[in-house]
């Protein structure tokens, strides 16, 4: 039956195809395929290198700090579903893939892909609770509920992971930096009245202040990839990936 997948699948963006081109051309596979060269070949000296004993895992599910404390909670935000993740977690048995950090973990990266879309730009109660802010405040809980010090993580990171012409027309403005993101999410805690005024500066401006904040290139990654493995087939599905996912618009946030 994989098998049968599989092939269906390899007819996307053909004339024989029974799926839209976009089932297997996407931001999550591309990501995927990366995150396996990467593993496979353990390359390094790149932002998205394997420390050593890492793993990574794809649509996961990280905690928010800002979960519903009562049934109706006007304020309340769902788990973050992150594209992927790199380093030493677990991933809770069941369906949801929720991860929780290893109390040993050295390494904790969150990827968001992009390809022609921007960042979102907030959730239903917090309109202007920006995606990037979203992603640090969950890496901060994190690294909290695992009563880890963010200094003993030599790789803590996010990145928004995007074509370099998206990236070079600035569609994603100033969102991807330490202070707007830090702006955000003061701006999120001061909506609870005091309530989490602590775990901001306690917990997350530590956390953000060890936190590398960055933008990658799907081109840059994918050429150092081929610099150890010229036939990983990237550079072509990447292609495909770009033709059949436009650019759609500035960043909201």
């Known amino acids: 039956m994989s098998e049968r997948v599989a092939q269906m699948l390899l007819r996307c963006g053909t004339e024989a195809a029974i799926l839209p081109p976009t089932e297997l051309y996407n931001e999550g596979w591309l990501l995927r395929l990366v995150l396996d060269s ?25 905690a928010s700090r800002f979960l519903p404390t009562r049934r109706g909670d006007p304020l309340a935000e769902s788990f973050t579903h992150a594209d992927a993740i790199v380093g030493h977690f677990d991933i809770s048995p069941g369906e949801r893939g929720e991860a929780t950090l290893r109390k040993d973990a050295q390494q904790f990266i969150v990827i968001e892909a992009k390809l022609g879309s921007a960042l979102s730009k907030g959730v239903k109660n917090s309109p202007d609770y920006g995606q990037a802010a979203r992603n640090a405040a969950c890496i901060a809980h994190a690294v909290q509920i695992a009563e880890l010090k963010p200094r003993v993580l030599t790789s ?17 403005e100033n969102f991807v930096t330490k202070e707007r993101i830090r702006d955000q999410v003061q701006t999120r805690v ?12 306690e917990a997350f401006l530590p956390t953000l ?4 904040v960055d933008l990658l290139s799907w081109e840059s990654i994918i050429d150092h990839i081929e610099q150890c493995d010229a036939s990983s087939g990237l550079p072509a599905f990447y292609q495909q990936c770009l033709r059949f996912n436009p ?6 946030g």
């Open 38 to 62: 990467f593993e496979r070949a353990r390359l390094a000296g790149h932002p998205l290198s394997f420390s050593e004993g890492a793993r990574w895992y794809s649509e996961a599910l990280l």
């Open 156 to 172: 803590l990171a996010f990145y928004v992971v995007a074509p370099a012409q998206q990236i070079q027309s600035g569609v994603f």
């Open 247 to 252: 650019m759609r618009g500035r960043s909201a």
């Open 190 to 201: 001061a909506q609870y009245g005091g309530v989490h005024d602590q775990w901001f500066e």
């Open 209 to 212: 202040e060890q936190m590398s």
